[in-house]
């Protein structure tokens, strides 16, 4: 699956196999966000046009920026939220309370007769989008060793982005109201496929758990040897994860909001707050909100649709060598090549942009082509870094005693700004034409390349203490 079969630390061994399936299994709610994502680029376009809407009415550029916000806005209560629950609750609890607010805002675009039922559905949406930062790169962080936890948090980007690919197919395929179908029964077969899977042992341990955490460890390190060195091994991990729980709770039991301001959280925090601001303004999520509006723009010969769908499938090969090469080439080397490569496809997408909005220039030789495989690079490679990465680093990076915190307001100021993306970004898109977005966006990314290089070290292969301990 990952092209790392032969590796001697590869996700297959008969140890990770079981922490592979539960990752995959838990991120079927973000194959679900990706879904609806992919449902929203495609249908937009559809729903503004009085010939092609499905419902009694036709949606505004003004109302569709606001659908995009709102999904936005979800997101940050999302955060919040689940930052609340997958303490209060569990993981477990936690996992299962994500489908809710999905399978909602379903019934909701199905029975659709005003735009409001779409602004309150893409809200819930977004509310499980922002849920599933939180909770799943906790639970993998929790249940995956050092050397596969990049891979399996990888493996969040790659099912949210199979899960646009499909929904940029079918949404462009099936007739509206088989849609949301769909999408109830994604969540429900998620539901089900959790039952298998026991608490984490971080969790159980927290709550003096002992006997059930080291179940649970056992289940995840699929440990069913009984020779000496084996069990010694076991036993070894297990008194070890004992000794970082209790540290970590005499720690957070503490918790002050000093804290938060002292020298190492500051530095935590700027270098989330930037690596949120980049994985937005990179601007491959307002091309993936918008990708049927950015080829309209952009007034390409093919069908929008058409090359939408041929841009979802780029979008996952990107992540998928972005999984696959994660704990090979580290962290940082995969963020400045992704850095580099958007700022310079940006740069491109916006001098065509300019060419063909501000000049006489004769593009007809190349608009057949040059918009699709420019947007086509640019989503590869800023899915192959940019993307993904950031959600890695964000739990690495910060200091153990106010992670979940920390991690947590990072995510609400991730979808502040991405707010800010979504409600901008189609209006700037209608007012300035291609090119100021896309320069803006290429701007960014050459200011993210120089931060990365100077303030961010590599954290491949480290143990998260570890990773505090040098950061």
């Known amino acids: 699956m990952f092209g790392l079969c032969k590796n001697s630390d590869g996700v297959f061994k008969f140890e990770y196999r079981r922490q592979l399936f539960a990752s995959l299994c838990i991120t079927i709610i973000a194959f679900c966000h990706g879904f609806g ?39 940050g209560v999302g955060n919040i939220v689940y930052g609340i629950l997958v303490d209060l609750i569990g993981r477990k609890g936690s996992i299962y309370c994500l489908a809710v607010p999905y399978i909602i805002s379903w019934i909701l675009v199905y029975f659709a007769s005003s735009v409001d039922f779409l602004y309150v559905s893409r809200f819930l949406a977004g509310v499980t989008g922002g849920g599933t930062y939180v909770v799943i790169p906790i639970f993998i962080g929790e249940i995956a060793e050092p050397k ?73 390190r699929n440990h069913i040897s009984t020779t000496k060195e084996s069990v010694t091994q076991f036993e070894i991990e297990f008194d070890k994860l004992k000794k970082d729980v209790t540290s970590h709770q005499k720690n957070t039991d503490s918790v002050t909001w000093r804290d938060f301001c002292n020298k190492p959280a500051v530095i935590a925090f700027s270098k989330g707050f930037v690596l949120m601001w980049l994985n937005v303004f990179c601007g491959a999520y307002g091309i993936l909100y918008y990708t049927s509006s950015v080829f309209v723009a952009a ?155 100077l303030f961010i070290k590599e954290t491949k292969g480290m143990s998260l203490n570890k990773v505090n301990a040098e950061t």
């Open 148 to 220: 596969i936890r990049g891979r399996l948090t990888s493996l969040f980007s790659l099912t949210l982005n199979s899960g646009i690919f499909i929904g940029y197919i079918i949404t462009a395929r099936v007739p509206y109201h088989f849609i949301p179908i769909f999408g109830i029964a994604i969540p429900v077969i998620y539901a089900l496929s959790q039952i298998v899977f026991p608490e984490t042992p971080m969790f159980l341990l927290q709550r003096g758990l002992d006997k059930r955490a080291k179940k649970s460890l056992k289940f995840y």
């Open 299 to 453: 007034r390409t010969e093919l069908h929008p649709d058409t090359n939408t769908i041929i841009v979802g499938l780029v979008q996952v090969t990107g992540v998928y060598t972005a999984t696959i090469l994660v704990d090979r080439f580290g962290r940082k080397t995969l963020l400045i090549f992704s850095c580099a490569a958007t700022a310079i496809g940006m740069a491109v997408f916006g001098l065509y942009g300019f060419l063909l909005e501000e000049t006489t220039v004769d593009l007809s030789a190349v608009s057949a082509w040059l918009p699709l495989v420019t947007v086509c690079f640019i989503m590869f490679v800023s899915n192959s870094g940019l993307i993904p990465i950031p959600f890695v680093l964000l739990v690495e990076l910060m200091p153990p005693k106010i992670r979940a915190s920390a991690a947590a307001i990072c995510l609400v100021i991730f979808n502040i700004i991405g707010f800010l993306l979504m409600k901008m970004f189609p209006i700037s898109l209608a007012a300035f034409g291609l090119y100021i977005p896309m320069w803006f966006f290429a701007i960014t990314s050459v200011f993210g390349l120089a931060f990365i290089a």
């Open 37 to 75: 994502l992919g449902w929203f680029s495609v249908i937009l376009a559809k729903l503004q046009s009085p010939t092609e809407t499905a419902l009694d009415f036709v949606i505004t550029v003004n109302e569709g920026s606001w659908i995009g916000g709102f999904s936005s806005l979800g997101g």
